[in-house]
């Protein structure tokens, strides 16, 4: 049995999005493929299972059987959150480590996933580094690419995990930093003795929201349209600009969703006309009844939250760099972005794996 | 008061032109064709005289006293002139000349110096950026309308001199009469209120009108304006309601407009009658200048048509008037000469074939009936009617009563010199019947304002010594909002129940402090970070056991986590979950101009979308409290539908006043909401069940 964690230098830089893809390529092959999350920070009660919402996901992505009670056994809840601040708590190691062995027992890969970077942990004593140690795990590092200066994560990286370090796959590449990576930062970690696993680009489906999970982060009310709740959002405007320069703002990107004062009615409509995918109106001010009919016809959701443009637009920042994997069509998409950019050849020749074994 | 701007001795103009076109020229002009009596001074230090006029070339070169003057020179000129007034000890002013706030940066820093300099020269001015000033009793007309109004009894101050002419013109070709017309400009010094307080002591006029964009100092105005109302009417018509007028308003003359509310809430406390239009503010106008006022709600309709008739039935239904039947002896006199296919209770219809002397009869029958406050005569111009003798009829008998006749004669071409006829004898007519009946409305509700006994205000113990730590703490640490304690701690100082609550930490705390207060609970989050509790997820009631409290631990904590990951999340409050009763919401605003207002409303989801609230400007009376909750239109609802019993109406009151009182002993309080506040059966009380308090400010 192999056991491979997928950590990071950061958080929110796609290690589900990886193991996700990764999983479902080694099963096509004809692995024994299992998962294993130690560590979960998005809690979630499945049948009364207390689980991460990440780790469950994969779990059904990848069609799994194991017993879910053990896929992540320590959950960080306000519960232990609490506990564990107030005294040291004790034990927790030993159960990541009983729940792994039993998980692992009939299989040939275990995927591990990180939680945070592999640095965090440490006030509840299961820093990622220990507990990959712990677990014998071999590793590889998930790279959310914003400019060159990433590689000096990664040269730390190999230092504190040596022969363990398998290599880095580099993620959200986008059209703008294409150049980059070729130029500097692929030839540098070559010359360092890192293996560039595989290179994703940034894909706007990936790195989209529904307007459901918009909803919800937002603490909305959805006024109509209910049957579209899953449009995607891949942009988001600001509509407070005059009428007339509005239409060419919004035509101009696609897939958005424009926030906007509930009280503009002149915006929402054309903001409707253009094609946005959802309005987010701010203030708490509900939109006229002709705003409501033409945005039924259209198919267009509309969102009433409370705060102001600037507050939203703030939120929604913070939002895009935690954007998780929940739908079909992401999922879909993100696994075959893994199998079409990873170099499965080299992966398995680090990793000692044979397809079919 | 302000005698020497509506009674004086001379006039000079200054900045009087030999143009014709100019303003300068046509004020001068306007003083001298209306039959002015006192001196006339054109001062313009490049003629030798105007219009037939000695010119002078300054204030200072004129021989004689001069009470008012009249200011027309360019913008930049016009502080000089001012202290030559005061020079030449001239204390009134009206200041035509624009240029000044209502145009910029620059203008606005021209006007505050005018406001100095008048003030240091012991001069009173009215405008700048105004039309003038007409008193029709004393034959001044220091303006640059066209025209000169009929002598009458309606005083009118207006902030738009350009709905002046309007209404001047309007008024011309029915001889409508006025005692003053006063353009108010930017009332860089003269005020809404003491014209108000000049109109009021001026014995030719009868009703005050005028149409204002904002008011300046909103607690004076509702001040003055509850004791001019005890003597006369006041009608107002206020713009900038809308967000689009607010804009207008604005640019128009640099007032900040007030909130919609909040003026609604000062009119109706001060007595003042809002007209919502111009045609509103004319018929209203006409009533009250021309009728006596209805002693009670009580109107009988007369009409020669169905239709018509049941228009102003409908109307009087929306109203606050009653169409009530007439005597049972008043019936049988009026079946003695009327056709049996008349309809003999109220609307009366007389039916199309009558005439003068049908009307005359019917109404002087109806008149014996002493219940019927108010009487209004409708009628449609058949081929049988003689309108101008229905029209003496009318006349004659609204003559010798002193109850209010109002008419509605309609059309246009038939009906023209009947209607000329009624108004000429101080019969207003009105062109529908809605006209009438809302006129009628507006009169009743004046009188029942200065019959309504004096305000009553509840006495309190004294509670701000109870809350007043928890504020200063705050106004220490400049906090923005008052914490989930604190709330529940100035709420309980205040006399309000609130449920029993415990906080917890754990899910185990949470179960046991569930066990202390008793199953079922509600449960909340405790962040300071989460305003809106219910928005994020943060709320879970009718929780009834062990499991199901540590469900909804788990639940709570883990969404407001996901939602807002930079929360700090302190626990949970476990709470006393209350069950029955009806939800309201209370709150108190602050307004810009009129300070704090308390707000009632029914509660529940929809209470946004239907926005059926009342405010009221602190300090509220018993009366205030009374009304409000009875203006909502949900208000049958705390009373009571299909057999329900009746909600906790009193301590609703008295929770209002609370509020008004707390609102009063803290002035840095912004905005408070109880919402929901939970109204148990009448007797048994009412629970805040959840609140907020924004303060900060002065």
Known sequence: MIALYIGST????????????????????????GYFKPVGILPIKVEDILTDNDAWRIYRALELNDPLSEICPVVLTQELAVRSYGKELKGLLAKIVKSFDQLSKDKDVMLIGGYGSIYTGSYLGLQGLKVLKRLNAKVIIVVKYEGEYIVDYVLQAKKDLGDRFVGVILNKVTQEHRESVDEYAEPFLKRKGIDILGILPHDPLVGSVTVEELNEMLGGKVLCCHDRLSNHVENFLIGAMQVDKAMEYF?????????????????????????????????????????????????IPIIVVREDTYSIAKKLEKLSIRIRLRDKAKVSRGMSLVAENINFPLLYKKLGLRAGQ | MLDNFFNPNSIAVVGASRTPGKVGYDILKNINQYGYPGMVYPINPGASEILGKKAYPSLIGVPGKIDLAVIVVPSKDVIEVIGQCGTK?????????????ESGIEGSKLENELIRKAKESGVRFIGPNCLGMIDTHSKVNASFAAGMPARGGIGFFSQSGALCLAVLD???PDEIGFSKFISMGNKADISDTDIMLALAEDENTKVILGYIEGVGDGRKFMEVAK????????????????????KAASSHTGALAGREAAFDAAFRQSGVIRAHTINELF??????????LPQGPNVVIITNSGGPGILAADACDKSDLKIVSPHKDVVDELRTFLPTAASFYNPIDILGDSGADRYEKALTTVLKDEKMHGIIVLLTPTAVVDVDETAMAVVNIAGNTDRPILTSFMGKQRIGSGAKTLLRYNVPNYSYPEEAVSSMNAMYHYRVWINRPEKTYPQFHDLKSKAIHIFEKAAEENKERLTDSE????????????????????????????RGIGYPVVMKIVSPQVIHKS????????????????NAFFDITTRVRNIMPAAQIYGVMVQEMIRGGKEVIMGITKDAQFGHMVMFGLGGIYVEVLKDIAFRITPLSQEDAHEMIRETKTFPLLRGVRGEAEADIEAIEKSLLTLSRMAMDFPRIIEADINPLLVRKRGEGVVAIDARFAIGGE
């Not at chain 1, 999005?17 to 390529?25: A, D, E, I, P, R």
């Not at chain 1, 035509?251 to 054309?270: E, F, H, M």
């Not at chain 2, 997820?537 to 199901?548: C, E, M, R, Y």
Request: aromatic share 6%.
């Open chain 1, 10 to 33: 950061g958080g929110y830089t796609g290690k589900s999005l990886v193991s996700m893809g990764l999983g479902y390529k080694f099963r096509k092959d004809g692995l024994r493929v």
């Open chain 1, 251 to 299: 035509k101009k990107t696609r897939n958005n969703a424009v926030i906007v004062g509930g009280d503009r009615s002149d915006i929402q409509l054309s903001a409707i006309e253009s094609g946005s995918v959802c309005l987010i109106l701010t203030g708490e001010l509900y939109p006229g009844e002709i705003i409501l009919s033409v945005a039924e016809q259209k198919d």
């Open chain 2, 89 to 101: 000890k001239i204390d009134s002013a009206i200041v035509i000349t624009a240029g000044f706030k």
């Open chain 2, 170 to 172: 309007r008024a011309l």
């Open chain 2, 227 to 246: 004791e001019v109302t005890k003597k006369k009417p006041v009608i107002i018509l206020k713009s900038g309601i809308t967000s689009s007028g607010a």
């Open chain 2, 283 to 292: 018929n209203f106008a006409l009533a009250f200048a021309n009728q006596p």
């Open chain 2, 487 to 514: 709330v529940h701690d100035v709420l309980t100082a205040y006399g309000f129940t609130v449920p029993r609550s415990l906080f917890a930490r754990t899910s185990e705390e949470a179960v046991a402090a569930a």
């Open chain 2, 535 to 550: 928005d994020m997820g943060g709320v879970k009631v009718g929780l009834d056991s062990k499991k199901a409290v540590e």
